[in-house]
T-cell receptor
Framework: AQSVTQLGSHVSVSEGALVLLRCNYSSSVPPYLFWYVQYPNQGLQLLLKYTSAATLVKGINGFEAEFKKSETSFHLTKPSAHMSDAAEYFC????????????FGAGTRLAVHP | DTAVSQTPKYLVTQMGNDKSIKCEQNLGHDTMYWYKQDSKKFLKIMFS???????INETVPNRFSPKSPDKAHLNLHINSLELGDSAVYFC??????????????FGSGTRLTVV
């Protein structure tokens, strides 16, 4: 069965610092992988997705993620944090074949301080 | 605006009541979903419909009944509400079909509080 583990429920960075949010997955087949962002009292917004094309995926708001099959990881990075990046981030996995069902990780809350 | 819209945004009700949450999408997507987000922010899929047909039905109490009158609408009816039903319920839609993946578009959520 597919699953997602997000290491670190809370991450705090300084404005301008590197953002690194970790995601490891478990899947019996090569998966599709996603990062979503949730701002307070809002729904989830798709940041980026990996669907077996390029392993380095660029998303919105300057975020990118790299699929590493050998490490079963899909970590999210941004070179320079902005105050507006403070939000909850969710990694999700789905298995190709059949109807898509997203399985979400527990989320990582990113705090950005001046 | 093209979007996934849910109503109501907030719902406070007493235990034992029956309530409905409505969801509509004008994105032309074929597939719609209901997710539950608990107090610890954990998201779990409940149901999914593709073109009005139920395709995913997770282990959800029978008190929860989805209804899809057409592919643009997916409503959630909950009978005999319990304290544990308190959560944020998200509707989502996608152009996903069999073996096709594009990503979900989420509504802004309905915060249900059972007292």
């Amino acid at each position: 069965a597919q699953s997602v583990t997000q290491l670190g429920s809370h991450v705090s960075v300084s404005e301008g610092a590197l953002v690194l949010l970790r995601c490891n997955y478990s899947s019996s087949v090569p998966p599709y992988l996603f990062w979503y962002v949730q701002y307070p009292n809002q729904g989830l917004q798709l940041l980026l997705k990996y669907t077996s094309a390029a392993t380095l995926v660029k998303g919105i708001n300057g975020f990118e993620a790299e699929f590493k099959k050998s490490e079963t990881s899909f970590h999210l990075t941004k070179p320079s944090a902005h105050m507006s990046d403070a939000a909850e981030y969710f990694c999700a996995v789905s298995e190709p074949g059949g109807y898509n069902k997203l399985i979400f990780g527990a989320g990582t809350r990113l705090a950005v301080h001046p | 605006d093209t979007a996934v819209s849910q109503t109501p945004k907030y719902l406070v009700t007493q235990m034992g009541n029956d309530k409905s949450i409505k969801c509509e999408q004008n994105l032309g997507h074929d597939t719609m979903y209901w997710y539950k987000q608990d107090s610890k922010k954990f998201l779990k899929i409940m149901f999914s419909y593709n073109n009005k047909e139920l395709i995913i039905n997770e282990t959800v109490p029978n008190r929860f009944s989805p209804k899809s009158p057409d592919k643009a609408h997916l409503n959630l009816h909950i009978n005999s509400l319990e304290l544990g039903d308190s959560a944020v319920y998200f509707c989502a839609s996608s152009q996903e079909g069999f073996n096709r993946v594009y990503g979900y578009t989420f509504g802004s959520g309905t915060r249900l509080t059972v007292v």
